[in-house]
């Protein structure tokens, strides 16, 4: 009997919301001062306290940002629980990067509900002046995880198709069909 996708899905999901909370609020009590860079390894990995009221990057739509991107989360949320359902029994790879896209999308969310100001993000990657967008647990979730099931999902319609080409065997074909 296939394993249920639940007992990795459930404890992935909470542990990534939970480790995305505890370290946004790590990050606001001890980075109190927004855009200022804390040294973690010299100028390569600093933290830096700074309000995303957009998306990744800071894509925004002015002031209806907010509303904007807690539909867009929702509706992606509603999409990914369908894939999960879908998901069969005992595949580990799609139910594990499932639960890491699922986690890190709650996780801001939850800031966006939470804060006009916007979503928490305060680490900060790069060499010198050349800086990557600050970001936070979850969007380090939902990359991995969005590259998880981006692998998954090719390699699913890999088989698929490789499973259609090959030819049905004789006792299985419509009659009259040529081989």
């Given at each position: 009997?296939?394993?249920?996708?639940?007992?990795l899905f459930w404890p992935v999901l909470v542990a990534v919301t939970a480790a995305d909370a505890a370290t946004k609020a790590l990050a606001e009590r001890y980075l109190p001062l927004p855009q200022l860079p804390h040294e973690v390894l010299g100028n390569t990995v600093r933290l830096t306290?700074?309000?995303?009221?957009?998306?990744?990057?800071?894509?925004?739509?002015g002031a209806p940002s907010r509303w904007i991107?807690?539909?867009?989360?929702?509706?992606?949320?509603?999409?990914?629980?369908?894939?999960?359902?879908?998901?069969?029994p005992g595949h580990a790879a799609r139910t594990l990067a499932l639960a890491l896209v699922c986690g890190g999308a709650l996780g801001n969310l939850i800031d966006r509900?939470?804060?006009g100001f916007g979503v928490v993000d305060f680490i900060d990657v790069g060499l010198r002046t050349a800086r990557w967008p600050t970001f936070n647990v979850a969007d380090m979730?939902?990359?991995?995880?969005?590259?998880?099931l981006a692998g998954v999902l090719w390699a699913e319609d890999r088989q698929a198709a490789a499973a259609a080409a090959v030819p049905a065997p004789l006792g299985d074909r419509p009659a009259g069909e040529i081989p």
């Open positions: 009997m296939a394993r249920s996708n639940a007992a306290l700074v309000y995303n009221p957009g998306a990744a990057f800071g894509i925004g739509f991107f807690m539909g867009l989360t929702i509706v992606a949320l509603l999409i990914l629980a369908r894939l999960y359902a879908q998901t069969r509900i939470r804060s979730a939902v990359t991995t995880g969005a590259l998880m």
